[in-house]
């Protein structure tokens, strides 16, 4: 199976500030079409998880374009450009490669 | 909108059973592959199972082979979940979500349900 790590586990940041989360896999997210299948999800406290970003870097429908993707291989990052108070919660790394589809621990972001 | 109402969580013995139920609503629910995810106390996601749009293949993670099974009625726009032989490492929030699907693989979950409770205890 596919193992995700993520870190930090835990990040403090203050609004207007920027944010980064890193996610690496086991092995390489990269299918025969090009594409690298790792998707970020947050869960807001007491919520359902909801999308955010697939194939890397794409932003699902809604998602303000200050959160964006990067990464290829094994390495993967979320960043957020500017913080907001909405934006508290624990963020997941997903790889969408194969079943069974893993996820990260998850990374706790709060707002100071 | 899409909506996804889940039902039928609670409280169950271990060895006991119980089914889950997820009902789909504002998009065509037959065509869309849909999962379930999971989430122990205070811990983070599991994906459990897969079923396809049509309901004729699904997967499941190892842990659950065998003791759950997931299947859909499409007339209906519901999923379920069976859930046999519990054991207290079953205890979490199981999710539905719907599949995003590109070229005939999955992009990512892109709606959930509000989440179902299952308590393995006796």
């Known amino acids: 199976d596919f193992v995700m790590t993520q870190s930090p586990l835990s990040l403090p940041v203050t609004p207007g500030e920027a944010a980064s989360i890193s996610c690496r896999s086991s092995?390489?997210?990269?299918?025969?079409?090009?594409?690298?299948?790792l998707d970020w999800y947050l869960q807001k406290p007491g919520q359902s998880p909801q999308l955010l970003i697939y194939?890397?870097?794409h932003r699902a429908s809604g998602v303000p374009d200050r959160f964006s993707g990067s990464g290829s291989g094994t390495d993967f990052t979320l960043k957020i450009s500017r913080v907001e108070a909405e934006d508290a919660g624990v963020y997941y790394c997903?790889?969408?490669?194969?079943?069974?589809?893993?996820f990260g621990q998850g990374t706790k972001v709060e707002i100071k | 909108e899409v909506q996804l109402l889940q039902a039928g969580g609670g409280l169950v013995q271990p060895g006991g059973s119980l089914r889950l139920s997820c009902a789909a609503s504002?998009?065509?629910?037959?065509?869309?592959?849909m999962s379930w995810v999971r989430q122990a106390p205070g811990k983070g996601l599991e994906w459990v199972s897969a079923?396809?749009?049509?309901?004729?293949?699904?997967y499941y993670t190892n842990s659950v082979k065998g003791r759950f099974t997931t299947s859909r009625d499409n007339s209906k726009n519901t999923l379920y979940l069976q859930l046999n032989s519990l054991r207290a490492e079953d205890t979490a929030i199981y999710y539905c979500?719907?599949?995003?699907?590109?070229?005939?693989?999955?992009?990512?979950?892109?709606?959930w349900g509000q989440g179902s409770l299952v308590t393995v205890s006796s």
């Open positions: 194939l890397g870097s």
């Open positions: 979500a719907t599949h995003y699907d590109g070229s005939g693989h999955l992009l990512g979950f892109d709606s």
């Open positions: 092995q390489s997210l990269l299918r025969a079409d090009g594409q690298h299948y």
């Open positions: 997903m790889q969408a490669v194969q079943t069974p589809w893993t």
């Open positions: 504002g998009f065509t629910f037959s065509t869309c592959a």
């Open positions: 079923t396809s749009a049509s309901g004729s293949a699904t």
